[in-house]
Nanobody, 124 residues
């Protein structure tokens, strides 16, 4: 089993930055595909970004150029650097993992493991 714990969320003004962290435990996730998703109130969970075991990345169009996903396998941790934040980025952000990490996946059912989420609020 893999346990994921997100941190780094908070309240920030529009145009600001936050860095989310996702610490994995239970197993080494260096070969896993990792993803970030978000869910705003009343909306479905949506894809934000994903990274393969080799470091290949994928982004939703809404965050491309503003967000950067990365991983530190030595720390068993994945990050999401979020710059130029907008009020529409407000949501609970979830980290997810899948054991087959050769390609990026954008659908939540493709991921077996999920964190509890961290709130990101962007004020205008």
């Amino acid at each position: 089993q893999v346990q994921l714990v997100e941190s780094g969320g908070g309240l920030v003004q529009a145009g600001g930055s936050l860095r989310l962290s996702c610490a994995a435990s239970g197993r080494t996730v260096s070969s896993y595909g990792m993803g970030w998703f978000r869910q705003a109130p009343g909306k479905e969970r949506e894809f934000v970004s994903a990274i393969t075991w080799s470091g290949r990345t994928n982004y939703a169009d809404s965050v491309k150029g503003r967000f950067t996903i990365s991983r530190d396998n030595a720390k068993n941790t994945v990050y999401l650097q979020m710059n130029s934040l907008k009020p529409e980025d407000t949501a609970v952000y979830y980290c997810a993992a899948r054991s087959y990490g050769r390609s990026t996946h954008v659908n939540p059912p493709d991921y077996a493991y999920w964190g509890q989420g961290t709130q990101v609020t962007v004020s205008s």
